[in-house]
C-alpha cells in the first residue's frame, strides 16, 4: 500500500479526530480556558508521538505552551523543514449566533463545523497525517521534519520570541511551511506572499473625578466623550487618507509589478459588498480596494466605551471615554514607531479641558513579505499547480500571524504559507467549518511537497 492510499483508507478515523481536537475549548483569550490549551497541547504531542514523529514535547512559555517534535533521519544531503501551526482557537461568543454549539463539532454538508476547526486545528492536523502515512508505507519521510505547534497565535502569540531564541537549535531549518492558511477557494490556489504586521492601542480621555449631573455642569467643563471623538476624527482626513504625521514615511511603495500582480486576481465589487453588507467602499484615494485591502497600512477603531450604556436616558456627562484602535501595517512600518506616532498625534489634537493617554495594549506583529525567487514558495506553487490543474494566484492578505516575523528574524528564514482553509469558512465567527475535500487535498499536498523537496 502506497501513502496515498493509506490515506484514503484512513480518512474516516481522521476525520473522527479531528472532531475530538476540535472539541477541546482551546481559547487562549480567555483565562478560565488555561487548562483547555494546556489540554490542546497535550492531544497535539500525544498524536505526533502515535503518527511516528520523534521527541514530541510540550514546552512551556511565560503563558500558553508550545509542542515540538522532530523526525530527521532522512540524512544531511535532504533538506530539513520546519512546519508551523497552532491548537488554539478565538472565543465562540456570541454562542447564539452558532447553528450548533461551537464546541460539539458536527460533520454536515461535507464540512466538519465547530470552532477552530478551519483555523486551525485542520490545517495543523493536516501535515501530521501526512507525515504518518509516509511513515506507516515507507518507513521513513523523504526529508527532515520539525514540527513546531503554539498556542498562543490568536492573542498574538506575546511569548514566542524569547521561545524561539531559547529553541533556536530545536526549530533551525532550511525551510518554514506554515499550515495556517489559505487557499483562494476550493478549486484555485494561491500563494500568499505578505502579511500585514499589527500594532494595538488604548486612547483613554479623562475629565472629572466621576460621572457629572449633565444638567449641573454641561457647560461648565469638557466631556471626554465628545473630546474623545475630535481626536479619532483628526486621525484620518475625510476622504480616508491617516492624518497621523509620519505615518507613511516608511511605507514602501508599490511597484507597478506588484500592482500588475493584484489585478491579475478576479475582484469583484459587488460581491464583496454584497459579502461585507457594507453599502460601498471606502479608504485611502489613489489606490484600488483590492490593494488597500492587501498592500496598504490602515488605522481603524475597533471599541468605544464612555458613559450610560443601558437602556433608556441617564443624563451623565462621563469621567472618561476609550477607544482601542488597531492599525495593520505593511512593510517597512516599525509597530514601535507607528505608536509613538499616535501618541504624538493625540497630544498635539488634545482638546482642552481633559486629560489623554496612549496605552500599548496585547497583540504586535511586524509585516512579513516574501521574496521573490524564493525557494519553498516555488516548490509549493509547483506542488499546488500539479494538484489544482492550475498555477496559483500571487495575494497578500491584510491579516497578521506574529511568529513568521519572529521566524525571520531569529532562524533568518522567510516562512511559505501552505494550508488549505478558506476565507468563506467563518474562520473567527459564528459557523465556523472546514471542508473535509481541503482536508483530504491538504494531506496529499504535504506528502507531495515532501517528496518534491527530496527530489523525487
Known amino acids: 500500500m502506497n501513502w496515498q492510499a493509506y490515506l484514503d483508507r484512513e480518512q474516516p478515523r481522521f476525520v473522527d479526530e479531528l472532531i475530538d481536537f476540535v472539541r477541546i475549548p482551546s481559547v487562549s483569550a480567555k483565562p478560565e480556558n488555561i487548562p483547555d490549551v494546556r489540554r490542546a497541547a497535550d492531544w497535539v504531542a500525544a498524536r505526533l508521538t502515535r503518527a511516528g514523529i520523534e521527541h514530541a514535547e510540550v514546552l512551556p512559555t511565560a503563558g500558553h505552551p508550545v509542542v515540538c517534535a522532530d523526525w530527521l533521519h532522512a540524512g544531511p544531503e535532504r533538506p530539513t523543514i520546519l512546519i508551523y501551526g497552532h491548537f488554539d482557537v478565538q472565543p465562540a461568543e456570541p454562542l447564539d449566533l452558532w447553528s450548533s454549539p461551537p464546541f460539539d463539532p458536527q460533520v454536515r454538508d461535507g464540512c466538519l463545523w465547530g470552532r477552530g476547526a478551519s483555523d486551525d486545528k485542520g490545517g495543523m492536523l493536516i501535515p501530521i497525517l501526512a507525515a504518518e502515512a509516509m511513515l506507516a508505507t515507507e518507513g521513513a519521510l523523504p526529508v527532515n521534519v520539525r514540527f513546531f505547534f503554539e498556542g498562543q497565535e490568536e492573542i498574538g502569540s506575546p511569548d514566542l520570541p524569547p521561545f524561539v531564541e531559547a529553541q533556536r537549535d530545536r526549530l533551525t531549518a532550511d525551510m518554514i511551511f506554515s499550515a495556517d492558511g489559505l487557499q483562494w477557494s476550493p478549486g484555485v490556489p494561491q500563494i500568499v506572499e505578505a502579511l500585514k504586521g499589527l500594532v494595538s492601542l488604548e486612547i483613554v480621555v479623562t475629565g472629572p473625578r466621576g460621572d457629572q449631573h449633565s444638567g449641573m455642569q454641561g457647560g461648565g467643563i469638557a466631556n471626554p466623550a465628545l473630546a474623545l471623538a475630535q481626536i479619532l476624527a483628526s486621525l484620518k482626513t475625510p476622504d480616508g487618507r491617516i492624518a497621523v504625521a509620519g505615518f507613511y514615511d516608511d511605507v514602501v511603495p508599490l511597484t507597478a509589478e506588484d500592482r500588475a500582480a493584484i489585478a491579475r486576481v478576479p475582484y469583484d465589487e459587488a460581491e464583496y459588498l454584497a459579502e461585507s453588507g457594507a453599502p460601498a467602499t471606502f479608504g485611502e484615494p489613489g489606490y484600488t480596494t483590492r490593494e488597500r485591502l492587501w498592500a496598504r497600512p490602515t488605522l481603524d477603531v475597533n471599541g468605544l466605551t464612555s458613559g450610560w450604556q443601558g437602556a433608556g436616558t441617564k443624563t451623565v456627562l462621563p469621567a472618561e471615554a476609550r477607544a482601542k484602535i488597531t492599525c495593520r ?71 497578521s500571524i506574529p511568529v513568521m516575523t519572529t521566524l525571520l528574524d531569529t532562524l533568518g528564514v522567510h516562512a511559505t504559507m501552505f494550508g488549505f482553509s478558506h476565507g468563506d469558512e467563518n474562520l473567527h465567527a459564528p459557523d465556523e467549518f472546514f471542508r473535509l475535500s481541503a482536508f483530504r487535498r491538504g494531506q496529499t499536498a504535504y506528502g507531495r511537497l515532501m517528496e518534491r523537496l527530496a527530489g523525487r
Open 329 to 399: 501595517l505593511v512593510a517597512a512600518q516599525s509597530p514601535e514607531r507607528v505608536f509613538d506616532l499616535i501618541a504624538a498625534h493625540v497630544a498635539a489634537h488634545l482638546p482642552p479641558g481633559v486629560r489623554a493617554e496612549v496605552l500599548r495594549l496585547p497583540g504586535r506583529a511586524d509585516p512579513f513579505q516574501v521574496p521573490g525567487g524564493h525557494n519553498a514558495s516555488a516548490a509549493a506553487t509547483e506542488v499546488l499547480t500539479e494538484l489544482y490543474g492550475i498555477a496559483p494566484y500571487r495575494t497578500r492578505v491584510g491579516g
